[in-house]
């Protein structure tokens, strides 16, 4: 029990000062319309996470509003979607994800190698970059038995290239597609790494793009598992051929350990059980009414939370070799789905 109060404790100021960034975020947005709550939660979160409040005691906090948080909306935009904003993605929507996240970590894989950066980085930012960010790192790094500086630095790249890309893509994608929803969408949640990042941007756009963008970005999601299965089956030894047999030797029991990290994730369950619930029961005006004002308010939490995290010293840190690799993989997912929306939708 007193353990648990300490957790509570640590976990406090963090999460206080990303509400109270969140609030202010909200009351310039009306100030500012066309920037949006959003946006300036983010880039008030990086400034300040970069000035006053660079203190390791909010680091606890400010996770746990960027990670819990950012799964409880996720899991209210159930109650939000109906059959209707589905049946837009469709069959031809997953066949653009599928495309969209087979082709980046092949990219990915091979400019790391032309690089010169190791097969485990290598693959680990292709999962970063095709499926969601930290989280897919988190997943496949056991299994594919990376060390904490690959996972470290592929995380800090990742991250940053999808902050780039949540703020160009709205742009982009009023120039390429007038903001219709369906491509917008495509573009957004089929590329943008992390989920944090991915509704951040929609945002910016419109609420509709929004919610097709969240998802777009859950079929990526989903798709993690077929990533994790596949990946246990490389070698990854750097004097052997990655399609070797002997890969599933060398991954079998980091697998076995790790047979928890191919579980559906939580938030994905409670997405789909809302989502049949509001699609077959007739839920009253003020459920749906309160709990998209609640999802609303986590996210804007959890994106200040993500922005007090960005640290430009850690930017600095890997060194523009890391991050030309980086915006390489991120320039390449923007044209490869510029080329599959053209040919898709």
Known sequence: MRAK???SYTILPGLLISVLISLISQYLSALLPNLGAALIAIFLGILLGNTFLNKPY????????????LEWSIVLNGIILDFQIIKQVGFTGFIFVIL????????????????????????LMGAGNAVCGSSAIGTVSPIIGADKKDKAMSITIVNVTGTILMVSLPILASVL???????TSALI?????????????????????????????????????????SFSKLNTKEEEPLFSKSAVDSTSADLKKNTNLLTIPWFIVGFFILFLLRSFLPLPSFVIHSSEVISNQF???????????????????E???????????GCFQI?????LIFWLF
């Open 319 to 329: 060194g523009p070799r890391t991050m030309l690799y980086g915006l390489l993989i």
């Open 5 to 7: 109060f300490k957790r």
């Open 189 to 229: 949640g089929g590329t943008i790494q992390s989920i944090g990042q991915v509704v951040a941007s929609a945002k910016l756009v419109s609420m509709d793009v929004t919610n097709l963008s969240i998802v777009f970005k859950l079929m990526r999601v989903l798709l993690i598992i077929g990533v994790a299965l």
């Open 58 to 69: 909010f680091k606890r906090g400010t996770k746990f509003s960027e990670k819990s948080l």
């Open 100 to 123: 969209q996240m087979v082709l980046t970590i092949l990219f990915a894989y091979w400019i790391g190698r032309t690089m010169k950066f190791n097969k485990k980085m290598s693959l």
């Open 177 to 183: 597609y007038h903001n219709e929803v369906v491509q």
């Open 299 to 317: 996210e804007i939490t959890a994106l200040a939370a993500i922005g007090l995290q960005v640290k430009f010293s850690d930017i600095l840190k």
């Open 335 to 339: 044209i490869l789905a510029i080329g």
